[in-house]
């Protein structure tokens, strides 16, 4: 595909697309512009979006009493595991999704903060105007939002990982991601008033036959199984993450003009690495030939990739502010 059979430039901006940017200006241009993506999710995207929509649904039926909440929540993890037709990988599989539910309800059973619905939904779609740059907007979902006295209000956002979530390492990281930063910035426009920042709540995947031997004998929760951690923004973040928006889009619209797609010399982008997975687009960037020149029949000769037909809409998935 060339820039003339191009489609337009795109218009919205997620923190995703962003941040693949940002890693591999390659990468922007398979996955935004050619949408090029895996034919089977991998089983860690699938284990991280079961895990939302389990939370969501724990947090949202109160009505219910511990025991229905928590095997409502088991039901519906096991029921989008199993309609993905992905394959198990390593700790990414329906035994540690369902027993790191049962530890979070049995390790959380209240909390001291409330979190807000919209419409019985606990996810907040956004697409919101970004002045800076008129025909863009900035666009996503927020996992959900919490009210807690004393704080205020904080954007709630879920992660997973398979490494040690109290790790000061994995916890700081938060800190510099930009994932936080759009949704507090989101929720901000939103509500059009300061949440306080965003409430980490970090669940570990590594889940053992010992661990879950300690939980039915004893009632032991694991060691290091969640780690939650707020992080307060300002108005001068608000600016700073404005002015980085505004220069990568303008970066994007010069890439779009010159039409390079250059690839990333940051090898940890291409392979992988801790907390980091492997590119999907190796074998693209290995062939001699510019990826415009690749047909998206060829695209889907690749063992495991497909070229996707569906519009890319992430702010659809929650309650559209
Ligand atoms: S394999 Fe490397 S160069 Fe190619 S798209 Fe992925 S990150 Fe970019």
New binding site residues.
Partial sequence: MDKKSAPNLPTHADQTMLKSFF??R??FY?WYLRRVDFKITPPYFIWGQAWQEMLCFWYSKTELDLEERLSGAISLGEKLWNDSGTLPMGYNNLDTLRWAMIFYAANFPEEPWEIITLDEKVELGFEIPFPPRPIWSICGAIDGYIDWGPFGLLVLENKSAGIDVQSAKYLLQWSFDLQPMTYTWALRQILEQDPFGTYMNCVCKKITQKNIKEFQEAHIIPHAMFARKDIQKSSFHYREFEQSVNDCLIQIEVEWDLWHWP??YNTI??TGGIGKSA?P??RL?LQERNPWEITDEEVEMIPGLVVKRDKWEPWKRGGKS
Avoid: L
């Fill in positions: 890693g591999c390659r990468k398979w690839k990333t982008e291409c590119c687009y190796q960037c």
